[in-house]
């Protein structure tokens, strides 16, 4: 049995002009796999020219929960048929022609996508897995979208050129948000502080608190000489005002000093402990 579909609110406005056609796919894995795909982003038109087995159980086992978008998919007997009523086609190519074509990057053939919301339906055509889609078909095609893969190794998987343009058209969309440099999809989270973060950044008090204690237990072991620093501690904390710790990071660091110093007592090391070379600290 499939997997039942999964909770879907396919957010995009493109979900209802934007049809992604497949041309005559050879094996119905790749038709499930361009639904996961699709469903990821936000998107759920699905039409199918001609495939060599549609519905089957590999499909929706491919779809991984995106059975929803296969249950609503269209199968066309022809290209036409797919494309009659669309306003612009778009179809990936490989391969340069003998007459020049308009050829677009996934990325700006995302932005003339999201041009055409409200003036009428958008196709993007995708080929054969064994040899895209025939030099007639491209015919057909308002513009080529040309995905700059690898020229060593150029051939996509449909399914991975497909999630390709969804992801694209969802950028775009997200970017073309009101206050959209403010969207936590779109925000980066690198460091305490930024939205999302779950720990406050360690305070200018916290972490000099660390370093004392870094210092003394450093001390302790014999590691450091106080009367010979050297750059030690400087370069220590060079390391961990460069890492930004949160205030977790920070009380987890002072846990660890403060079980090295319970181990160091309880060993009876303390100030008798070997000597650790700091020639070149």
């Not at 041009?115 to 196709?123: I, K, L, P, T």
């Not at 972490?207 to 501690?233: K, S, W, Y």
Request: glycine content about 8%; hydrophobic content about 35%; aromatic content about 6%.
């Amino acid at each position: 049995m499939h997997k039942p579909a999964l909770p879907s609110t396919f957010d995009l406005p493109a979900r209802d002009y934007v049809r992604v056609v497949m041309v005559e796919t050879s094996h119905s894995g790749n038709i499930g796999a361009v639904a996961r795909a699709m469903k990821n982003m936000g998107l759920g038109n699905l039409w199918l020219v001609n495939p060599a087995s549609f519905p089957d159980e590999t499909s929706y086992a491919r779809s991984s929960g995106a059975s929803d978008v296969l249950d609503h998919a269209r199968v066309v007997s022809s290209l036409d048929e797919a494309i009659e009523d669309c306003v612009l086609v778009m179809g990936t190519s490989a391969r340069g022609r003998k007459v020049p074509w308009p050829v677009m990057s996934p990325t700006d053939a995302a932005r003339q996508v999201g041009e055409y919301q409200g003036r009428g339906q958008v196709a993007l055509v995708f080929g054969r897995e064994s040899n895209g889609l025939s030099n007639e078909e491209l015919q057909r095609c308002h513009v080529h979208i040309h995905i700059p893969t690898n020229p060593d190794y150029s051939s996509l998987n449909v399914a991975m050129a497909v999630q390709v343009m969804c992801y694209e058209i969802r950028m775009e969309y997200l970017r073309g948000l009101e206050n959209s440099e403010n969207n936590p999809q779109l925000k980066p989270i690198t460091a305490p502080g930024d939205t999302g973060w779950d720990v406050p950044a360690a305070t200018v008090s916290e972490l000099e608190g660390f370093f004392a204690h870094l210092e003394t237990t450093l001390a302790e072991i014999d590691f450091h000489r106080r009367d010979n620093p050297r750059q030690l501690m400087t370069r220590l904390r060079r390391l961990y005002q460069r890492a930004r710790p949160d205030q977790m990071e920070v009380n987890i660091l002072r846990g660890i000093l403060t079980a090295v110093q319970k181990s160091t007592s309880a060993s009876g090391r303390g100030d008798g402990g070997r000597k650790q070379d700091q020639t070149n600290v």
